[in-house]
């Protein structure tokens, strides 16, 4: 049985495992750890335990994580042994010092300790310098990651964690999420980014635009890719041997989407609510213009709306996850997908502010 299960800015994965059933998870082991003050004040409605945190302090991160498990110190620490962090896919040292704190926390009291990451499927896209064909998580990916890790940042992060939490005897996992939408449960950010931004962007310019190639990518529902972590923290309490370290790969692609599919039913949704003015899309005019409309750096426009991968997922089999939803699901309440937009505006995310960061070098 574990002290506590530290849940890093998953509002909907903490808001799921709130609702679920298992006996293992109670409600005073989960802890939601913030930035801000805001944050703080939103997830304290939940009930659960919340820490505001800066996790570019490692000592901080250190003292508030690995102190002695002391009846005492519980006002100012909490007793931590799994965490399930999404704060950054491309700043590693975000996730090295979450690492270490668990290192130290296992010294001192002798129990396990688990890190889950959330990487990003862009790792495994030929445009960033991915092997073209099939890719699965049975693979030896961390080997080809390794391989490949300067020339991209999330598979250099990807490396780094596993590497340093094997040196410091902490137990990782690689969550892979793909295009990820639907509206979350959480209290503080319900929505994704990718999917959103093109519906805000089509919506303010009047227009559905696409880009020439009709790219199959990996797509997951927010409430299956949160069933997939719960899968994975539930094997963890129940102590059952699941893949891990350099084999932990678990690919969240519950099935394909083609980019042309998408956008054509947008334009259709968007155009009925009178939100554009043509049922049609329109090629972009260029990635300078798709950059600017979309807010993003140049750079990055491509990877994000035109990249596709061949990821296949074997590992869900090792932990039960079974995804509930499917193309046609999508494709048929992609209407809600608009209502989400309109009903929450932007995602409260800080993507797009990193990857201006690393477009800055």
Known sequence: ??????????????????AGTNSLIKKEDIIAAVRSEEQAKTLTKLGINVLQLDLTDETSVAEKLSRHDNEAE?????????????????DSTLALHLISALSKKKEVSGKDTYFIHTSGSSAFYERTGWPQGEVKDTDPVFDQE???????PIRKTD??????????????????????YGKGTGQWNRLSVVFPVYVQASIAHKKVYKFAQNTKV????????????????????????????????????????HWWEITDRL???????????????QLWPSDEV?????????????????????????NKHRVGWKP??????????????????LELGKAKSSLISSLFEVAKG
């Open 1 to 18: 049985m574990f002290n506590n299960d530290f849940i890093y800015r998953g509002g909907s994965l903490v808001a799921d495992l709130l």
């Open 74 to 90: 519980l006002s100012n620490c909490f007793l931590v042994s799994i965490v399930v962090h999404s704060a950054s896919s491309i």
């Open 146 to 152: 390794k391989e490949l890790a300067d020339s991209f």
């Open 159 to 180: 490396v780094a964690i596993i590497e340093h939490a094997k040196a410091r005897g902490v137990t990782s996992f690689i969550v892979v999420p793909p295009l990820v």
């Open 218 to 257: 990996s797509s997951v529902h927010i409430s299956d890719l949160t069933a997939l972590y719960g899968r994975i923290i539930e094997k963890i309490l129940h102590k059952e041997a699941i893949p891990n370290g350099t084999e932990g790969y678990y690919f969240a692609a519950a099935h394909d989407l």
């Open 267 to 281: 334009a259709v949704a968007l155009n009925v609510r009178g939100l554009v003015t043509d049922t049609k899309t």
């Open 290 to 314: 798709a950059a600017e409309t979309l807010g993003v750096p140049g750079q990055f426009v491509q990877t994000l709306w035109n990249s596709g991968d061949s990821m296949v997922s074997e």
């Open 324 to 341: 509930t939803w499917t193309k046609d699901r999508f494709l048929q309440n992609i209407d809600d997908e608009i209502e989400a937009v």
